[in-house]
């Protein structure tokens, strides 16, 4: 199976990206942080596009936050941060071929709240996915026979900060998510040794990890692909919100 990602290029403007903590950060080496992760997208495999940059979006590089893909769908989002909400539109001609739902007031989701895993669409009540922003995503799901879960978010800002897909099993932090409905769903959940190891990329032919989480590279073994992300981390940013994954042959079956 073939991977399609898309990623777009760290703004000019990421230095004034929605934070936590308003931590200095290096524009420069972010760029050169991000160019690694692309490198490593590839050497893994994948096909990478590379949407315009939006310079005037200072999050725009967390790509996977406006738009979700499912099988047949991609869903256009509405973020939760009010300043995210123009990032979406210049991405439609990139995911031509899938069928396009815009979502509308008053939901709200970010992609970085939405965890894929084989059939379960596992969604995040978060500070910046509602309930609405669920019920929207969870009625596409549903028309593609996959079956949407809601998990509270006790802690950090999306689902995937604190667990992510490791093959068919999850990976994560679950002291900041209720663990009750992945076990409901007969998952395999592995407790990641440190935080930022609760965010992996797992492509098949290897698995991204943050340089900021040795330990569960270790765990992973040679199958751990290490990158230094400290500027992404800077903007609450991980592996996963850099780029949207999907794989070549659904969209080329839906053309
Ligand atoms: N800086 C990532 C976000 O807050 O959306």
Known sequence: MSITALVRAIPRSYHRCLREDEVEIDVDRARRQ??????????????????PALD????SVFVEDVVVVLDRHAVLTRPGAPSRRGEGESLVPF???????????PATLDGGDVLRVGRFV?????????????????????????EPVAVEVRGGLHL?????????????????????????CDLELVDA?????????????????SAAAP????????????????????????????????????????R
């Open 56 to 59: 005037d979006d200072p999050d």
């Open 122 to 146: 596992f969604v995040g009540l978060s500070k910046r996915t509602n309930r609405e922003g669920f019920e929207l995503l969870a009625e596409v799901a549903r028309a593609e026979d996959l």
């Open 160 to 184: 995937k900060s604190a667990c992510t897909a490791l093959g068919s099993s999850v990976i994560g932090r679950f002291e900041r998510i209720d663990r009750a409905p992945f076990v409901a």
């Open 34 to 51: 991000h160019r690694e992760y692309v490198k490593a997208l590839e050497a893994l495999g994948a096909r990478v596009l590379e949407l």
């Open 95 to 105: 995911i031509e071929g899938f069928e396009l739902v815009r979502m509308k007031a």
């Open 193 to 209: 040794p440190e935080p930022m190891g609760a965010n992996v990329l797992d492509l098949g032919a290897g698995v991204l990890v």
């Open 215 to 254: 330990k569960t590279a270790a765990l992973l073994g040679e199958r751990a692909r290490i990158i230094e992300l400290g500027e992404i981390h800077k903007g609450d940013g991980a592996l996963t919100c850099m780029s949207v994954r999907f794989a070549d042959e659904v969209r080329a079956g839906r």
